[in-house]
T-cell receptor
Framework: DAKTTQPNSMESNEEEPVHLPCNHSTISGTDYIHWYRQLPSQGPEYVIHGLTSNVNNRMASLAIAEDRKSSTLILHRATLRDAAVYYCILRDGGGGNKLTFGTGTQLKVEL | ETGVTQTPRHLVMGMTNKKSLKCEQHLGHNAMYWYKQSAKKPLELMFVYNFKEQTENNSVPSRFSPECPNSSHLFLHLHTLQPEDSALYLC??????????????????FGAGSRLTVL
């Protein structure tokens, strides 16, 4: 599986936008970019995913670089409930059932 | 409630015990997964089942024995575990493509996990 690189931790203030970066320089043409987050004492939950174009949903936006070697998860207005570990993962679009998690980014949100 | 239910939520067992973890999904998915999450470590994929057939075994010791009787249920049978096996065990499910392999767009839905402590 192609690897991703994320900062270990980031901090944000409540009500402000948060940009969580992810580098994936070895991404292949069929890899989808997935983001999950894990709140304390819970299992991971799906946030958003994309292939080439930027994506928006009710939780977040995903901005994908033109060369697809990096992406950014955007939380438009962080709340205390967004404090979690955010994982950027590449999922093989050519098949296979693996989804390999890295260490993710611990997001801290302060008042 | 995610649609993936894991029981028990907490389990304490001795090294000589035999116990099982159960996972049930109500999402109509046909792929199911076991992950292990140890303290301060990334999630580790253990097993994947697709249409009840095991498609991934990530070099998991034989003291962990998975069972998938149908696409909605997944078990993890535990026997003669070690204290280092103490961890959060997470079950997930996803849709699979018509070829039986997951599409890159298919997302995983996780349960809340079973917290296992081995004494």
């Amino acid at each position: 599986d192609a690897k991703t690189t994320q900062p270990n931790s980031m901090e944000s203030n409540e009500e402000e936008p948060v940009h969580l970066p992810c580098n994936h320089s070895t991404i292949s043409g069929t890899d989808y970019i997935h983001w999950y987050r894990q709140l304390p004492s819970q299992g991971p939950e799906y946030v958003i995913h994309g292939l080439t174009s930027n994506v928006n949903n009710r939780m977040a936006s995903l901005a994908i670089a033109e060369d697809r070697k990096s992406s950014t998860l955007i939380l438009h207005r962080a709340t205390l409930r967004d404090a979690a570990v955010y994982y950027c993962i590449l999922r093989d679009g050519g098949g296979g059932n693996k989804l390999t998690f890295g260490t993710g980014t611990q997001l801290k949100v302060e008042l | 409630e995610t649609g993936v239910t894991q029981t028990p939520r907490h389990l304490v067992m001795g090294m000589t015990n035999k116990k099982s973890l159960k996972c049930e999904q109500h999402l109509g998915h046909n792929a199911m997964y076991w992950y292990k999450q140890s303290a301060k470590k990334p999630l580790e994929l253990m097993f994947v089942y697709n249409f009840k057939e095991q498609t991934e075994n990530n070099s998991v010791p034989s003291r962990f024995s998975p069972e998938c009787p149908n696409s909605s249920h997944l078990f993890l049978h535990l026997h003669t575990l070690q204290p280092e096996d103490s961890a959060l065990y997470l079950c997930a499910s996803s849709q699979s493509g018509t070829s039986g392999r997951a599409s890159g767009a298919n997302v995983l839905t996780f349960g809340a996990g079973s917290r296992l402590t081995v004494l």
